[in-house]
């Protein structure tokens, strides 16, 4: 079983369109959770980080089941610069000032015009 | 101005040569690290170091080698170069989210996109 898991998609939207992705991971032990956004040829960006409670950032709403090691992101009213490949990224503590992150395979996103 | 940066940003080379990569971080951050990105696109930690020491060594064949003679630096050394070998290096660095202590968050340079013929 991979460490972290992700649908590849594509998703293939319109824009103005509401689109959810989901992740599981394996460790318990994971600490802390992220969305991480790759454009083609480009490095992965920090989208938002992903806290227990639940997190909004603008149109971006990421939420966390620790129980059921579940983490989940949803675009409102999806934009063509939107269109990405989504990257679940899960940390697990090395302790001290070090962590080692865990990415998934990454969701692809085509908004469509 | 560029928060993590790397050179070259593209590598053409030959099986069995050898070849360097170099990564630097004007953040301000202790910890850096070495990613591969291989043609699936998946993205796995090769090496980190915290404060110019090694934390974290991730099965990878010794012909890699990290150096990071200050904290802003870490370069990576590969020696004998295998057709396998072709990938992206992300260089990245870390910054501990100080609201939620053990939650850190980690920018990453442009890559290195290396193509061995």
């Given at each position: ?113 | ?106 920018y990453f340079g442009p890559g290195t996109r290396l193509t061995v013929t």
């Amino acid at each position: 079983r991979k460490e972290v898991e992700q649908d590849p998609g594509p998703f293939n939207v319109p824009e103005g369109a509401t689109v959810a992705f989901n992740c599981t991971y394996s460790n318990s032990a994971s600490q802390s959770f992220f969305w991480y956004r790759q454009d083609c040829r480009k490095e992965p960006k920090l989208l938002m980080s992903v806290y227990s409670s639940g997190n909004e950032d603008g149109r971006f709403t990421a939420q966390l089941n620790r129980a059921s090691q579940y983490i989940s992101l949803l675009i409102r009213d999806s934009k063509l610069s939107d269109s990405a490949t989504y990257l679940c990224v899960v940390n697990l503590a090395y302790g001290g000032a070090t962590n080692k992150l865990i990415f998934g395979t990454g969701t692809l996103l085509a908004v469509q015009p | 101005d560029t928060a993590v940066s790397q050179t070259p940003k593209y590598l053409v080379t030959q099986m069995g040569n050898d070849k360097s990569i170099k990564c630097e971080q004007n953040l301000g951050h202790d910890t850096m690290y070495w990613y591969k990105q291989d043609s699936k696109k998946f993205l796995k930690i090769m090496f980190s170091y915290n404060n110019k020491e090694l934390i974290i060594n991730e099965t990878v064949p010794n012909r890699f080698s990290p150096k990071s003679p200050d904290k802003a630096h870490l370069n990576l050394h590969i020696n004998s170069l295998e057709l396998g070998d072709s990938a992206v290096y992300f260089c990245a660095s870390s910054l501990r989210v100080e609201r939620r202590q053990g939650a850190y968050e980690q920018y990453f340079g442009p890559g290195t996109r290396l193509t061995v013929t």
